[in-house]
Nanobody, 124 residues
Framework: QVQLVESGGGLVQPGGSLRLSCTAS????????IGWFRQAPGKEREGFGC????????IYTNAVRGRFTISRKYGENTVYLQMNNLKPEDTAVYYC?????????????????WGQGTQVTVSS
């Protein structure tokens, strides 16, 4: 079973940018679907994007489309989340998760391995 870890979170002003990384501390994620989730204070966990293992194709929710970009380079064992034009409502704990290479999904139960989460705070 793969073990994941997120990094790159922090404090940023509205309109700023941040890049998160998702790496495998054990095993490899290059042959897995990788999803991104976030949980804001007092709210349920929300899936907002994912990237396939086969061709790197991605899907996003309307809340982040045009601002967030997920990418991967096969062989580097890392998936990146580039976040631009950040808004206060983006403040949350961000998680990456690994699932089988069977398409793309925002459903939590599709994923079997999860990182520990990294805090992103957008505030002036």
């Amino acid at each position: 079973q793969v073990q994941l870890v997120e990094s790159g979170g922090g404090l940023v002003q509205p309109g700023g940018s941040l890049r998160l990384s998702c790496t495998a501390s054990r095993g490899t994620l290059d042959d897995l679907t990788i999803g991104w989730f976030r949980q804001a204070p007092g709210k349920e966990r929300e899936g907002f994007g994912c990237v396939s293992s086969s061709d790197g194709s991605t899907i996003y929710t309307n809340a982040v489309r045009g601002r967030f970009t997920i990418s991967r380079k096969y062989g580097e064992n890392t998936v990146y989340l580039q976040m631009n034009n950040l808004k206060p409502e983006d403040t949350a704990v961000y998680y990456c998760a690994a699932g089988p290479p069977l398409g793309l999904s925002f459903r939590s139960n599709f994923y079997r391995s999860w990182g520990q989460g990294t805090q992103v705070t957008v505030s002036s």
